[in-house]
Nanobody, 119 residues
């Protein structure tokens, strides 16, 4: 079964930076579009950045120009560099394929990593 392990979150001041990592198990990682999702308190989970198998990227408008998604297929890892962080970026962050991995009718998620932007 595919496993996703996110790391790199923490408490950061507005304007600061963080780099998130996501290690994925599985032999076909390089074939999948991967995304970073986030879920803020009281809101639905949403995809904010995606990277295709060929390396093309796309971003939600609210993070465009501040966040950068990248991948290292040799390490089965996807990254999210987050700069100029704002309080609105406070959320739990998850990585997954796009669309999310499903097993027996349910989306499979890792535990996520919490990002808190606060002075």
């Amino acid at each position: 079964q595919v496993q996703l392990v996110e790391s790199g979150g923490g408490l950061v001041q507005p304007g600061g930076s963080l780099r998130l990592s996501c290690a994925a198990s599985g032999s076909a990682f390089s074939l999948y579009a991967m995304g970073w999702y986030r879920q803020a308190p009281g809101k639905q989970r949403e995809v904010i950045a995606r990277i295709e198998a060929d390396g093309n990227t796309n971003y939600k408008d609210s993070v465009k120009g501040r966040f950068t998604i990248s991948r290292d297929n040799a390490k089965n890892t996807v990254y999210l560099q987050m700069n100029s962080l704002k309080s609105d970026d406070t959320a739990a962050y998850y990585c997954n394929t796009i669309p999310p991995i499903r097993d027996r009718g349910m989306d499979i998620w890792g535990e996520g990593t919490l990002v808190t932007v606060s002075a």
